[in-house]
């Protein structure tokens, strides 16, 4: 398995963002993914959960209809396309994957990490 996060950056608040996660190694099409988030001093946390079909997703309630998590199986990548963003938002994203097609908000659920990229937001 294979995750590599890209699209992170500075941007000002209320500004919007795309990170993209390619995969490689394993059957995109067959694995929900999910994205995470780390701040500063603080613990990874979740932040969106899609199916493998992209029936399904789910969202933390900080980020619920400012971010929207995609994919797209033909290209085996995720998306987080992230608005409205919020200083509090800023933090190192890291993309996951999981052996099942359904989705999951716990970390331990999860069995393949991309290294991360930076977002920050200025206020």
């Known amino acids: 398995v294979q995750l590599v996060e890209s699209g992170g950056g500075l941007v000002q608040a209320g500004g919007s963002l795309r990170l993209s996660c390619a995969a490689s190694?394993?059957?995109?099409?067959?694995?929900?993914m999910g994205w995470f988030r780390q701040a500063p001093g603080k613990e990874r946390e979740f932040v969106a959960t899609i199916s493998s079909s992209g029936s399904s997703r789910y969202y933390s309630n900080s980020v619920k209809g400012r971010f929207t998590i995609s994919r797209d199986n033909t290209k085996n990548t995720l998306y987080l396309q992230m608005n409205s963003l919020k200083p509090e938002d800023t933090a190192v994203y890291y993309c996951?994957?999981?052996?099942?097609?359904?989705?999951?908000?716990?970390?331990?659920?999860?069995?393949?990490w991309g290294q991360g990229t930076q977002v920050t937001v200025s206020s």
């Open positions: 190694g394993f059957s995109f099409s067959n694995y929900a």
């Open positions: 996951a994957s999981r052996s099942f097609s359904g989705i999951a908000l716990v970390e331990s659920d999860y069995t393949g």
